[in-house]
Nanobody, 109 residues
Framework: QVQLVESGGGLVQPGGSLRLSCAAS????????MGWYRQAPGKQRELVAE?????RTNYADSAKGRFTISRENRKVYLQMNSLKPEDTAVYYC?????WGQGTQVTVSS
């Protein structure tokens, strides 16, 4: 069984920053891709960024230049800068066909 636990969400003003963290635990031999998705009210869940075991990254266009994904062992991070109101969503960590419980990010003045 694999568990993913996110942390780091919260309320931030436009232009601010947040850093999300996700830790994977359980019976895990190897994790190739770890990623962050988000889902805003009334919208489908969408990829924000992902990173593979070699450090290769992939970003959604909306995240490029503002967000940075990184990983260390079984943890993955998402540094979010220059946040905008449209970044408001529940952010989910993803790995090994499992999802975390989600962490709310709200960007508002």
């Amino acid at each position: 069984q694999v568990q993913l636990v996110e942390s780091g969400g919260g309320l931030v003003q436009p232009g601010g920053s947040l850093r999300l963290s996700c830790a994977a635990s359980g019976t895990i031999l190897f994790i190739d891709v770890m990623g962050w998705y988000r889902q805003a009210p009334g919208k489908q869940r969408e990829l924000v960024a992902e990173i593979n075991s070699l450090g290769r990254t992939n970003y959604a266009d909306s995240a490029k230049g503002r967000f940075t994904i990184s990983r260390e062992n079984r943890k993955v991070y998402l540094q979010m800068n220059s946040l905008k109101p449209e970044d408001t969503a529940v952010y989910y960590c993803y790995a090994l066909s499992h999802w975390g419980q989600g962490t709310q990010v709200t960007v508002s003045s």
